[in-house]
């Protein structure tokens, strides 16, 4: 092969001031992009609800969300360091204590639905079709039936263990072979449930979504301290004078227009309603 066919090409000044305007450009683009953080919990982000109503809200105002997802007790603490725009969990105590302590402007309700306690088919504990959980945790203690727990102060830990003195038992002394915290998310813990055919507590928008179900099914559902309430706060800008304040007033007031709750009710999994909304 001739040699100069083996010279490599060089771009003329043409050619490299565009690709340097291009590069130039997209970094322009990026560092301009309109959007908010959202410090949540697994369930949301798990089930699919934000897939679902994301694109929708910033189709709408042009805001895109870019959501932590953790468990409530750490996306509180996240909020609280500045590091959201805005607070979406579940456990109202833990909200109504932050916006008291003067971190969060409001709370609003925005949706809710239940948690439910799982466990193998064979339920060792015979616990199933009970509508009082508390006795229901009562008998899986005393068989000493293996129970899983988050163990990670997300809203549903902060929950089981409320349930468990509800049961007058002290989970904290009952550290044995039955008992069990995997430090970890909902989808991490059901996982190992359904390894170790365990009990544990789950709430239904990650359950619905949930795939390796194995040999569990729902046992107790219904009680009503199993109500599963959802709250919406806009991280205090005068904590934190770099929150987005006008952009995630616009998200918490798309979630609870019409339009947002409409978008909640209308999230399907497996054709069953994952969330109810319930704004006021």
Not at 94 to 122: C, H, K, T
Not at 133 to 143: D, E, F, K, N, W
Request: glycine content about 10%; overall charge neutral; proline content about 4%.
């Amino acid at each position: 092969m001739p040699s100069h066919h083996l010279r490599p090409r060089r771009c003329t000044p043409t050619v490299m001031v565009a690709a340097v305007c291009l590069a130039i450009g997209s970094l322009v683009a990026v560092a301009d992009e309109r959007f908010i953080t959202v410090a949540s919990t697994t369930s949301t982000e798990n089930s699919g609800l934000f897939s679902h109503l994301l694109p929708l809200f910033q189709q709408e105002s042009g805001i895109a969300v870019r959501v932590v997802a953790v468990g409530t007790g750490q996306a509180l603490a996240v909020a609280q360091r500045g590091d959201a725009d805005v607070l979406l969990v579940h456990h109202t105590p833990s909200e109504e204590q932050f916006v008291a302590e003067g971190f969060g402007v409001a709370r609003f309700g925005v949706m809710y639905n239940d948690f439910i306690v799982l466990g193998p088919q064979s339920d060792p504990a015979g616990v199933r079709g009970l509508r009082d959980v508390a006795a229901a945790l009562g008998q899986i203690a005393a068989q000493r039936a293996v129970f899983l727990s988050r163990g990670d102060e997300s809203g549903t830990h902060k929950l089981e263990r409320s349930l468990w003195e509800a049961a007058g038992v002290n989970v904290a002394t009952a550290r044995e072979a039955w008992y069990r915290e995997t430090g970890a998310g909902m989808g991490a813990t059901l996982n190992t449930a359904s390894s170790l055919n365990a009990y544990t507590l789950s709430d239904r928008g990650t359950w619905l979504s949930f795939q390796n179900r194995g040999d569990l099914a729902i046992m107790v559902a219904g009680d009503p301290r199993l109500f599963n309430q959802y709250g919406v706060i806009l991280v205090n800008p005068a904590r934190h004078s770099h929150i987005k304040a006008q952009d995630g007033q616009a998200f918490i007031h798309w979630l609870l227009s019409d339009k947002g709750q409409q978008a909640i009710a209308a999230f399907r999994i497996a054709g069953e309603q994952a969330f109810v909304p319930n704004a006021p």
